[in-house]
């Protein structure tokens, strides 16, 4: 079965600095996604940016990107100059690639509560 | 293009008692996925349906149901509320690939007294 973890639960964060986000996961597929969800107080979760595992490329999404160690099943999101509008929760979340019977079933990490201060 | 619409967004219900969620999808959107959000168990996937199919399903006990319509509307049904069914239910939408993008509605917040 796929683990999703993350290991920080709050992290805070001056407007316009850096913070990087924390996730392993536990798999043996050599097929599947990686995803960094944000779900901002009493608003609908958004994806913020993907990585499929077959692409050794980092995924970057404007000022967020991402460090993907395949070896080490570690995916972790760089916020680089920090906003209030960033304040949320962040989740992590894998999902299985299967081309023959492909599910959309994401197991979601336990996320980390980003604070964002002015 | 609209979203993904979840009707209603709060509802509450007592023990013992049915409840059915809806969840509308984005047009042409054939996938809907369903996720319980709680404080102590995380978010959770409960199933998702293509093409009024049921593609896969979590480990929730039978009282946990759910369909899809021919137009990809989806519906889900909890019998015999109980006090721990209480949280926000989160439905998505995709184009049914892993590699699409799932869209998240606002979720319907189910208080169970």
């Known amino acids: 079965a796929q683990t999703v973890t993350q290991s920080q639960p709050e992290m805070s964060v001056q407007e316009a600095e850096t913070v990087t986000l924390s996730c392993t996961y536990d798999?043996?597929?050599?097929?599947?996604?990686l995803f960094w969800y944000k779900q901002p107080p009493s608003r609908q979760m958004i994806l913020v940016i993907r990585q499929e595992a077959y692409k050794q490329q980092n995924a970057t999404e404007n000022r967020f990107s991402v460090n993907f160690q395949k070896a080490a099943k570690s995916f972790s999101l760089k916020i680089s100059d920090s906003q209030l509008g960033d304040t949320a929760m962040y989740f992590c979340a894998f999902m299985k690639g299967n081309y023959g019977g492909a599910t959309n079933k994401l197991i979601f990490g336990t996320g980390t509560l980003l604070a964002v201060q002015p | 293009k609209a979203g993904v619409t979840q009707t209603p967004r709060y509802l509450i219900k007592t023990r013992g008692q049915q409840v059915t969620l809806s969840c509308s999808p984005i047009s042409g959107h054939r996938s809907v996925s369903w996720y319980q959000q709680t404080p102590g168990q995380g978010l959770q996937f409960l199933f998702e349906?293509?093409?009024?199919?049921?593609?896969n399903k979590g480990n929730f006990p039978g009282r946990f149901s759910g369909r899809q319509f021919s137009n990809s509307r989806s519906e889900m049904n909890v019998s015999t509320l109980e006090l721990g069914d209480s949280a926000l239910y989160l439905c998505?939408?995709?184009?049914?690939?892993?590699?699409?993008?799932?869209?998240f509605g606002p979720g319907t917040r189910l208080t169970v007294l």
């Open positions: 349906y293509f093409s009024e199919t049921q593609r």
């Open positions: 798999t043996s597929e050599n097929n599947y996604y």
């Open positions: 998505a939408s995709s184009l049914g690939h892993p590699s699409d993008e799932q869209f």
